[in-house]
């Protein structure tokens, strides 16, 4: 059994030889109404669902608790408090039960997800992870041996949908609206400066300030011109997010030669960045692997399929592991 709970969804999932038997997820909606995600909130709402979802995840299989061979969870990185929770109550169901503990790190189990459906990627294979709190190009070597080739080094890329969403007032989750609204836009109606990084590395900090700006000015010209342009403004933002993130991805590609591409973490569920993918896999010839929706956002299925081939390698940890929110590959 595994359990994820790094951020604002609970999470409980089972594995059995490989195979994701059910993907129990918890939702917190009380965030919406503070425009993110609030830690003690968060905290308190994991305390609340972690024993209805493990509960459910065993109904859902009709495997007893007495059945697992091991329990796995989400180390970090992530909210302290929300981690604590899952490391909590993982460490104390692998006492009870006196069964194996397993720790997993969240965004190798973004990558991993791309291993609980076919078509499943050979190795090596260069993933590029998206999320609210990440953005790295990884090169994937096996199941467990992976090396970060290139990474932001301030904001991540869901942050930066996320704030320009609260900049047009469309609410949290952002990234998902700025999805929406950028369907029915015009890309190429305004034009916003990237910051240029070194080799694979990322910066997204400058293009945050650069819509800002441009929009505080725009507003001073017309109160209304975020309401009269909300397509054709998301879809220029959305654009140029994507199209930094695919400039990095493929001088990696190029410098590794590898053509085998993947992406990973809760970004990678963006239509646009989907699109985009497919249509530079055509041009350079790539093999494009994209996990279902649902094994794209927080889930305990990706942290099963990790906690799988950690349990094949029997890589264990002992009582004494505490979350870590910063944990590192």
């Not at 030889?17 to 993110?36: A, P």
């Not at 989750?173 to 080799?199: H, L, N, Q, R, V």
């Not at 507003?219 to 997010?241: G, R, Y």
């Not at 990095?248 to 993947?262: E, G, M, P, S, T």
Request: hydrophobic share 40%.
């Amino acid at each position: 059994m595994a359990i994820e709970s790094s951020c604002d969804e609970t999470s409980a999932a089972i594995v059995h030889n490989g195979k994701i038997l059910n993907n129990i997820i918890s939702t917190q909606s009380v965030h919406e109404n503070y425009g993110g995600v609030v830690p003690e909130l968060a905290s308190r709402a994991h305390q609340q669902n972690i024993v209805p979802v493990v509960s459910e995840a065993l109904k859902n299989s009709a495997i007893n608790k007495e059945d697992l061979s091991a329990i796995a969870f989400t180390r970090g990185p992530g909210l302290m408090g929300a981690l604590l929770v899952g490391t909590s109550f993982a460490k104390s169901m692998a006492l009870a039960l006196d069964i194996p503990l397993i720790e997993v790190n969240h965004m190798q189990a973004h990558i991993l997800a791309h291993f609980i459906d076919q078509p499943k990627p050979k190795f090596p294979f260069l993933c590029l992870t998206v999320s609210g709190g990440h953005t790295q190009i990884v090169m994937v070597k096996s199941y467990l041996d992976m090396e970060i080739v290139g990474e932001t080094k301030d904001d991540a890329v869901g942050e930066a949908f996320d704030k320009s969403a609260k900049l047009l007032g469309l609410g949290y989750p952002g990234g998902p609206m700025i999805d929406k609204y950028a369907s029915t836009g015009d890309p190429k109606k305004y034009t916003f400066p990237s910051t240029e990084m070194p080799e694979f590395d990322y910066s997204f900090s400058g293009i945050k300030t650069a819509i800002l700006y441009f929009l505080k000015d725009r507003l001073k010209e017309n109160d209304n011109f975020i309401t009269e342009n909300l397509p054709d403004i998301c879809a220029s933002i959305q654009s140029t997010l994507i199209a930094m993130l695919m400039d990095k991805l493929k001088k990696a590609a190029d410098h590794y030669k590898i053509d085998r591409i993947a992406i990973a973490g809760g970004v990678s569920a963006n239509k646009g960045l989907r699109s985009e993918l497919n249509r530079l896999s055509e041009k350079e010839g790539w093999t494009v692997y994209i996990p279902a929706f649902e094994y794209c956002t927080d889930n305990a299925g990706m942290i099963a399929m990790a906690a799988y081939y950690k349990f094949l390698a029997q890589e264990f940890v002992g009582q004494e592991v505490s979350a870590l929110p910063r944990m590192k590959f």
